[in-house]
């Protein structure tokens, strides 16, 4: 098992950054990648952001250039980075380890962009 706390979250004007963290605990070993997913109201879950245990990252289209995914593997973290924040960039933001065939969850951090 895979155990995830997630920080960060909160309101932010349009325009504005904010960054989240994800500190993983348990069997932490043979994480394969760490992702960042995120559930607008009435929306479906996206993939936001995802690194490989080898540092490749890859983003969602609607997120490319104003993201930014890191992993400090001593701390056993993953962070987003979110600038240039949009409204439609409210959500509830859930970090993901993928081990071994399965996905392991977080409970998950609002982020809020309004004026």
């Known amino acids: 098992q895979v155990q995830l706390v997630e920080s960060g979250g909160g309101l932010v004007q349009p325009g504005g950054s904010l960054g989240l963290s994800c500190a993983a605990s348990?069997?932490?070993?043979?994480?394969?990648?760490m992702a960042w997913y995120r559930q607008a109201p009435g929306k479906e879950r996206e993939l936001v952001a995802l690194?490989?245990?080898?540092?490749?990252?890859d983003y969602a289209d609607s997120v490319k250039g104003r993201f930014a995914i890191s992993r400090d593997n001593a701390k056993n973290t993953v962070y987003l980075q979110m600038n240039s924040l949009k409204p439609e960039d409210t959500a509830v933001y859930y970090c993901?380890?993928?081990?071994?065939?399965?996905?392991?969850w977080g409970q998950g951090t609002q982020v809020t962009v309004s004026s």
């Open positions: 993901v380890a993928k081990r071994r065939g399965s996905d392991y």
């Open positions: 348990g069997s932490i070993f043979s994480i394969n990648a």
């Open positions: 690194i490989t245990s080898g540092g490749a990252a």
